[in-house]
């Protein structure tokens, strides 16, 4: 049709997908290659149109990404040509919300672009996502904080005419916000202005307003000294969160918005706060009035992590169902290490006892640096053992020696983790008491889960000991899903051995094993048990997590679809076994996917592997497994994670196994019982 207006529109789309994609891309030279799709179509955008509303809205989207590339000069361009369109608009719903977007960017580029503290000359007091780094160009112009000001007062005053009260709201935020960052002598106007937008976002009920306003609030509040205040605001945009936790994949897109930079932040500086108070209550010695700060601290990072599922998901599909630890499991210990810039804190939760709390003063380098030369060390099997045992003895003692007093009193049998950032990437398995010279594994069960929220507790001796067994042996020769993978000669002696104890129901392998044929039997039979022994990955990216069947890889939406396809009243899947998964290269969140199929396939419990092991002691493990669940079947002793510790045992004792390359990758996620 020649139209330039339609095709300048398309380009728009163009870009925006195009930086959707690599804010989602693990591998730099795709993620880069992405941004600059993104570029170069807002560039074809502002060639081809001449509509100046969407000229404008290529060029802020282009602003919004030099920030994130931390392009500062170009950036600095852009601001400058923008400045006098935006600031002469004529009232309009779409010019208000172009000018707020515009304001959040100025925000950015002024307090860091060109590794400016700020424009008052104190320190910010709160980062702005960004690192600082100095910009090439020692002359750049960056907006004034009377520039910024004004722009703001101009959008409030056009949303009041146009009565968009989401719009005043916001431009009266971001008003606090720029007062707040410009220093401790602008603090009560940055109180000012934000009160006045959460009167605004209340009276108007619109919660996801409300939980950022609260938020800065509390930073405000935090800044000034007064904490148990800056916890009261905190909890309220906590509050606010969880009332809109299934609509977060869907906040208002017309202001920028990301996950890790506008939710993520929320819960951990709540948790920080919360922590901090308590350790204060308890040296003034209060220390049962810390326990509430402590409880509310386990119940914000268990939130933290299902409001992680759920962006991982994109959609809203993790709910919650809380549950008290000494209804759950009288035997076990849920530990909850969290990780903050300048310290690692242990949270205690034991059954009919308060939450405790230990702190270590680690830098966060050295903790950095020990879990990814104990990440190393495992994945290879020729690594020298011997020479890495320092590492895994410090681990230990940074995690569990402090906790060793009260988990000796309990007499728990079981650890559950509900772990924190780059500990996702290692066993606990691994970590090593250097006064017994034993590993976690050989003095506990061990488990883990995103959280109590998430358990839907059943033991393994009640379930019917039925499986469903499928899985791949062989790879199809020039078959795009099944490149890069190598056979797994094992799975058949594997498959052979749930035969054998008489759990496997039905079989399927190689050929047999299609998403088809799985839809198929899942609907037609119940089974508490799926064994999938095949090629799996993990990644942060839910599209990326996927499991290889022989017609195609099946993600983790697919998955979940597959095996929750049961007729109404079927109990859910007692236990889903993944036999030989791996994280993605590179990604250091990828164990967010093996927590997404967990939830996804809707299984009490998961068992998987954090990296590709030997298929021949894989096979042994799961026979060793298997003959556990039996057991504790037929005796009614025992449980999911004993049989998995007695499995992983029976490898550590066997010299050939012995290395902790074939013993530790097997973890438990979900209901450990």
Same mark, same amino acid.
């Given at each position: 049709?020649?139209? !330039?207006?339609?095709?300048?529109?398309?380009?728009?789309?163009?870009?925006? /997908?195009?930086?959707?994609?690599?804010?989602?891309?693990?591998?730099?030279?795709?993620?880069?290659?992405?941004?600059? %799709?993104? +570029?170069?179509?807002?560039?074809?955008?502002?060639?081809?149109?001449?509509?100046? /509303?969407?000229?404008?809205?290529?060029?802020?989207?282009?602003?919004?990404?030099?920030?994130?590339?931390?392009?500062?000069?170009?950036?600095?361009?852009?601001?400058?040509?923008?400045?006098?369109?935006?600031?002469?608009?004529?009232?309009?719903? /779409?010019?208000?919300?172009?000018?707020?977007?515009?304001?959040?960017?100025?925000?950015?580029?002024? $307090?860091?672009?060109?590794? +400016?503290?700020?424009?008052?000359?104190?320190?910010?007091?709160?980062?702005?996502?960004?690192?600082?780094?100095?910009?090439?160009?020692?002359?750049?112009?960056?907006?004034?904080?009377?520039?910024?000001?004004?722009? #703001?007062?101009?959008?409030?005053?056009?949303?009041?005419?146009?009565?968009?009260?989401?719009?005043? *709201?916001?431009?009266?935020?971001?008003?606090?916000?720029?007062?707040?960052?410009?220093?401790?002598?602008?603090?009560?106007?940055?109180?000012?202005?934000?009160?006045?937008?959460?009167?605004?976002?209340?009276?108007?009920?619109?919660?996801?307003?409300?939980?950022?306003?609260?938020?800065?609030?509390?930073?405000?509040?935090?800044?000034?000294?007064?904490?148990?205040?800056?916890?009261?605001?905190?909890?309220?945009?906590?509050?606010?969160?969880?009332?809109?936790?299934?609509?977060?994949?869907?906040?208002?897109?017309?202001?920028?918005?990301?996950?890790?930079?506008?939710?993520?932040?929320?819960?951990?500086?709540?948790?920080?706060?919360?922590?901090?108070?308590?350790?204060?209550?308890?040296?003034?010695?209060?220390?049962?009035?810390?326990?509430?700060? +402590?409880?509310?601290?386990?119940?914000?990072?268990?939130?933290?992590?299902?409001?992680?599922?759920?962006? $991982?998901?994109?959609?809203?599909?993790?709910?919650?169902?809380?549950?008290?630890?000494?209804?759950?499991?009288?035997?076990?210990?849920?530990?909850?290490?969290?990780?903050?810039?300048?310290?690692?804190?242990?949270?205690?939760?034991?059954?009919?006892?308060?939450?405790?709390?230990?702190?270590?003063?680690?830098?966060?380098?050295? +903790?950095?640096?020990?879990?990814?030369?104990?990440?190393?060390?495992?994945?290879?099997?020729?690594?020298?053992?011997?020479?890495?045992?320092?590492?895994?003895?410090?681990?230990?003692?940074? #995690?569990?020696?402090?906790?060793?007093?009260?988990?000796?009193? !309990?007499?728990?049998?079981?650890?559950?983790?509900?772990?924190?950032?780059?500990?996702?990437?290692?066993?606990? *398995?691994?970590?090593?008491?250097?006064?017994?010279?034993?590993?976690?594994?050989?003095?506990?069960?061990?488990?883990?889960?995103?959280?109590?929220?998430?358990?839907?507790?059943?033991?393994?001796?009640?379930?019917?000991?039925?499986?469903?067994?499928?899985?791949?042996? %062989?790879?199809?020769?020039?078959?795009?899903?099944?490149?890069?993978?190598?056979?797994?000669?094992?799975?058949?002696?594997?498959?052979?051995?749930?035969?054998?104890?008489?759990?496997?129901?039905?079989? $399927?392998?190689?050929?047999?094993?299609?998403?088809?044929?799985?839809?198929?039997?899942?609907?037609?039979?119940?089974?508490?048990?799926?064994?999938?022994?095949?090629?799996?990955?993990?990644?942060?990216?839910?599209?990326?997590?996927?499991?290889?069947?022989?017609?195609?890889?099946?993600?983790? %939406?697919?998955?979940?679809?597959?095996?929750?396809?049961?007729?109404?009243?079927?109990?859910?899947?007692?236990?889903?076994?993944?036999?030989?998964?791996? /994280?993605?290269?590179?990604?250091?969140?990828?164990?967010?996917?093996?927590?997404?199929?967990?939830?996804?396939?809707?299984?009490? !419990?998961?068992?998987?592997?954090?990296?590709?092991?030997?298929?021949?002691?894989?096979?042994?493990?799961?026979?060793?497994?298997?003959?556990?669940?039996?057991?504790?079947?037929?005796?009614?002793?025992? !449980?999911?994670?004993?049989?998995?510790?007695?499995?992983?045992?029976?490898?550590?004792?066997?010299?050939?196994?012995?290395?902790?390359?074939?013993?530790?990758?097997?973890?438990?996620?979900?209901?450990?019982?």
């Amino acid at each position: 049709m020649n139209s !330039s207006a339609e095709v300048a529109a398309t380009h728009l789309s163009i870009g925006n /997908t195009a930086q959707t994609l690599s804010e989602t891309e693990r591998v730099r030279r795709k993620r880069e290659s992405n941004q600059e %799709k993104a +570029l170069t179509a807002y560039d074809e955008v502002i060639r081809l149109t001449s509509s100046s /509303t969407l000229r404008q809205q290529a060029q802020l989207n282009q602003l919004t990404l030099l920030l994130k590339l931390q392009d500062f000069d170009r950036a600095a361009q852009l601001w400058r040509s923008l400045f006098p369109q935006l600031t002469t608009l004529t009232p309009s719903h /779409t010019g208000v919300y172009q000018q707020l977007n515009f304001a959040q960017s100025l925000i950015k580029l002024a $307090f860091v672009g060109a590794g +400016l503290s700020d424009m008052s000359g104190n320190k910010p007091i709160i980062q702005l996502n960004l690192p600082i780094q100095k910009s090439g160009n020692a002359k750049i112009q960056l907006p004034t904080f009377e520039q910024i000001e004004q722009l #703001l007062i101009q959008a409030t005053a056009q949303a009041t005419t146009l009565g968009d009260k989401r719009a005043q *709201a916001y431009a009266l935020g971001y008003r606090g916000e720029l007062h707040e960052l410009a220093g401790k002598q602008n603090l009560s106007l940055a109180e000012q202005y934000t009160r006045q937008a959460l009167s605004i976002a209340t009276n108007f009920e619109t919660p996801d307003i409300a939980y950022q306003m609260f938020w800065q609030l509390g930073r405000i509040h935090r800044a000034n000294g007064n904490i148990p205040e800056a916890i009261a605001a905190y909890t309220k945009a906590y509050d606010a969160l969880q009332s809109i936790r299934s609509d977060l994949v869907a906040i208002n897109p017309e202001v920028q918005f990301s996950f890790r930079e506008s939710v993520e932040p929320v819960y951990r500086q709540l948790v920080e706060l919360d922590l901090e108070y308590a350790s204060s209550l308890e040296k003034t010695g209060k220390p049962k009035d810390g326990t509430k700060y +402590l409880t509310q601290a386990r119940n914000a990072i268990e939130s933290l992590q299902l409001a992680e599922l759920n962006n $991982f998901f994109r959609e809203a599909c993790v709910e919650a169902n809380p549950q008290q630890i000494d209804r759950i499991d009288p035997k076990a210990a849920v530990i909850y290490p969290i990780i903050f810039p300048d310290r690692l804190e242990v949270l205690l939760s034991l059954p009919n006892r308060d939450p405790s709390l230990h702190t270590q003063k680690i830098p966060p380098a050295q +903790l950095a640096n020990t879990i990814e030369s104990v990440q190393q060390s495992l994945i290879e099997p020729q690594s020298v053992v011997q020479e890495f045992l320092p590492q895994y003895q410090q681990l230990y003692d940074w #995690l569990i020696q402090p906790l060793e007093t009260e988990l000796a009193k !309990s007499q728990v049998k079981t650890l559950v983790f509900v772990l924190d950032g780059d500990l996702r990437n290692i066993p606990m *398995a691994i970590l090593r008491d250097r006064r017994s010279n034993k590993y976690l594994i050989e003095k506990y069960a061990l488990g883990l889960t995103p959280g109590l929220q998430l358990l839907d507790p059943k033991p393994i001796a009640d379930v019917e000991p039925k499986a469903l067994a499928a899985g791949i042996s %062989k790879i199809r020769p020039n078959f795009a899903p099944h490149q890069g993978f190598e056979p797994l000669n094992n799975v058949q002696v594997e498959l052979a051995q749930i035969q054998k104890l008489g759990l496997a129901a039905q079989e $399927f392998l190689n050929e047999q094993f299609t998403s088809n044929q799985i839809k198929q039997a899942i609907s037609d039979f119940r089974f508490p048990i799926v064994h999938l022994a095949t090629h799996a990955q993990f990644s942060s990216v839910a599209d990326d997590t996927f499991i290889l069947a022989w017609d195609h890889r099946i993600n983790v %939406k697919q998955l979940g679809n597959l095996l929750q396809d049961n007729p109404i009243g079927r109990e859910p899947i007692e236990l889903l076994v993944l036999s030989a998964c791996e /994280t993605a290269s590179g990604d250091k969140r990828a164990t967010l996917g093996l927590a997404g199929v967990a939830v996804r396939a809707g299984a009490r !419990s998961t068992l998987a592997t954090l990296w590709a092991v030997q298929d021949e002691s894989t096979a042994k493990f799961m026979g060793e497994f298997y003959r556990q669940i039996e057991q504790t079947r037929k005796t009614k002793i025992g !449980s999911r994670a004993e049989a998995m510790r007695q499995a992983q045992l029976s490898l550590l004792q066997d010299k050939r196994y012995s290395h902790p390359h074939f013993w530790s990758p097997f973890v438990l996620v979900g209901n450990w019982q």
